[in-house]
C-alpha cells in the first residue's frame, strides 16, 4: 500500500523519536506519582517496542509506515483504556491516559493520512469529524491529567503505604506524600493529612512542626473528624517501629457523643 509521504524513512525516524519521547516521559515523571508502577511499567513497554523497532531498521525490510501507525494505534487504545481507569476509578495515575492517547491519535490520524484517497466523500468528512473528536478528547485528557492532574487520595493511601514499611521521611516517605494528601475539593481527606503528619512529628520529636499541623488539625475540626480507626492505625505503625519514641505520641480523642 502506498503511503503519501515524500520520505518514509524520515517518518520512520520521527516516529521511532516520537515513541522514545512518550516511553522516557512515562518513565521520568512515573516517579512524581504515588504510585509510580503503572505509567513507568507502560513506559518501558513503549521503551521496549521502540527498541525492536529501532533495530529492525538495520534490516533489508524494516518496518512500514503503515505498520507503525497500527502499532500506535494498538498500543495507545490499550493505554488510553487502562490510563482512563486509572485516571477516573483508582485516581492512582494521571500520565498513561494523555501520553497513550497522543499515541492513538497519531496512530489513529496516520492511518487516516494513508488511505485518504481511497476513502469516499462520506468517509472522509466521518474520517475529518473523527479527528476533531480524538483532538478535544485528548486536549481534555491532557489538561485533566498533566495540567491539574490532583491525586489527593492516592497521596493519602501512599502515605500510610508509606508509614507501615518505615519509610518516614524523603523522597516519596510518609511525611511528602501526607503532605500532598490534602484537597480543597475533597476536604474530607485534610484531616486526615493533618493528623498524620501531627503524629509523625511528634513521634520524631519535632514539636514545632507538630504544633503547625495540629494547628490545621484543630481548623478542620480536631481529631472528632477523623475516624478513630484511622488515627489507630497510624498509632499502631509508629509503635512498630520504636515503641520508646512512640510514647511521645498523644491518647487518641474519643468522638464527641452526638
Not at 476513502?119 to 466521518?126: K, N, Y
Not at 509523625?200 to 512542626?209: G, K, M, N, S, Y
Not at 489507630?232 to 520508646?244: E, M, N, V
Request: some cysteine; hydrophobic content about 50%.
Amino acid at each position: 500500500m502506498a503511503v503519501p509521504f515524500s520520505d518514509e524513512a524520515s517518518l520512520r525516524w520521527i516516529l521511532i523519536a516520537f515513541e522514545f519521547f512518550i516511553g522516557l516521559a512515562l518513565v521520568y515523571n512515573s516517579k512524581n506519582q504515588p504510585f509510580p508502577r503503572p505509567s513507568a511499567r507502560f513506559g518501558w513497554l513503549v521503551l521496549m517496542l521502540a527498541t525492536l523497532v529501532l533495530i529492525g531498521q538495520a534490516a533489508p525490510k524494516p518496518m512500514t509506515i503503515f505498520a507503525h501507525f497500527v502499532m500506535l494505534s494498538g498500543l495507545g487504545g490499550f493505554g488510553l483504556v487502562a490510563g482512563v481507569y486509572q485516571l477516573a476509578q483508582t485516581q492512582r495515575d494521571v500520565l498513561v491516559a494523555p501520553y497513550s492517547g497522543m499515541m492513538f491519535c497519531v496512530g489513529v490520524v496516520g492511518l487516516m493520512v494513508s488511505t485518504w484517497d481511497e476513502l469516499s466523500t462520506a468517509e472522509q468528512w466521518a474520517g475529518f469529524l473523527t479527528i476533531v473528536v480524538l483532538g478535544g478528547g485528548e486536549t481534555w485528557l491532557i489538561f485533566r491529567g498533566l495540567l491539574i492532574g490532583k491525586l489527593p487520595r492516592a497521596w493519602s493511601q501512599a502515605g500510610m503505604v508509606a508509614l507501615m514499611q518505615g519509610r518516614l521521611t524523603g523522597r516519596n516517605g510518609a511525611i511528602e506524600c501526607f503532605e500532598k494528601g490534602w484537597d480543597a475539593d475533597e476536604e474530607h481527606l485534610n484531616p486526615m493529612a493533618y493528623v498524620a503528619l501531627h503524629r509523625i512529628h511528634t513521634f520524631l520529636d519535632q514539636d514545632e512542626e507538630a504544633q503547625n499541623w495540629k494547628t490545621y488539625l484543630d481548623r478542620e475540626g480536631g481529631e472528632s473528624a477523623v475516624a478513630r480507626e484511622y488515627i489507630q492505625a497510624i498509632h499502631d505503625a509508629l509503635t512498630d517501629l520504636d515503641s520508646q519514641a512512640a510514647e511521645r505520641l498523644p491518647a487518641i480523642e474519643n468522638k464527641e457523643s452526638e
